[in-house]
């Protein structure tokens, strides 16, 4: 299994994962250009693409949807909630089960709490290996932590860093958003978390959605470094997700 994240960030979140001879696609809140090019430095096709995975349908997550799905027609999978939202789409699926299956992966859904008509993340698994992918949300619930343990590879949001954002220029009513439940994942909920859930298998760490205002690479990396090494943990990579540039191929 490989991914690579080709942006992301408050401007637009985009992630690529093949498993042999399939190819799905995470959320397209870039524009169908710059995903299509991603894809060609890849040496992927756009016309190859199995499936698109939507989270929730925030223009950060769906910016490109509509032309991507134009041009490619894609089968996009969704909640019944998001498809309003979504009317434009002729080729899709109703996620209606905890459990789906794209060809040769499976997926697990997780809810995720957004305020958003309607939020998940993913698992998903295939030969052997799995990748948890979740961003947007103002925690996890517990009834998914048996599911979200000992996985190889974590896409987790690491947004903002508490004491960046009260200190910063954002009006009240937003930092309460965003520190909310209905929020998103602070670096040091993200490391917490993080903490908790990896385990012997768990090779790469993938830090995504840093706000480009409330927090920086560094602070989110040490943040994460120096939970792991209080818990005596440690993890081959760590990688932080950009806004304007593609992570490299992970091969897991």
């Given amino acids: 299994m490989k991914f690579e994240v080709m942006s992301s960030g408050s401007k637009g979140n985009t992630t690529y994962i093949e498993c042999g001879t ?132 974590y896409i987790l949001e690491s947004n903002h860093d508490v004491e960046m954002l009260n200190n910063g220029s954002y009006p009240f009513r937003l930092r309460q958003r965003i520190l909310g439940d209905k929020g998103h994942l602070s670096n040091y909920d993200s490391s917490r978390y993080l903490s908790t859930f990896i385990g012997n298998k768990t090779k790469c760490i993938v830090l995504a959605h840093l706000s480009e205002e409330n927090n920086t690479e560094e602070i989110a990396y040490n943040t994460l470094v120096e939970r792991l090494n209080g818990s005596n943990l440690r993890v081959d990579k760590i990688i932080i997700a950009k806004q304007d540039e593609e992570t490299e191929l992970v091969s897991i």
């Fill in 22 to 153: 399939t190819r799905i696609i995470i959320d397209m809140g870039n524009s169908c250009k710059y995903v299509v090019d991603k894809l060609k430095g890849l040496g992927i096709d756009a016309k190859d693409i199995d499936a698109i995975l939507v989270t929730h349908t925030h223009v950060d997550h769906i910016k490109g949807l509509k032309v991507f799905c134009k041009k490619y027609n894609t089968k996009v999978y969704v909640t019944s909630e998001m498809l309003k939202d979504l009317d434009y789409i002729s080729n899709y699926c109703v996620i209606s089960n905890d459990v789906f299956q794209i060809k040769n992966l499976f997926v697990q859904v997780i809810k995720t709490s957004h305020d958003a008509d309607d939020s998940v993340g993913y698992v998903v698994n295939g030969d052997g290996k799995s990748i948890v992918y979740i961003t947007d949300t103002g925690y996890i619930n517990k009834k998914y932590f048996d599911i979200l343990s000992n996985r190889d590879t």
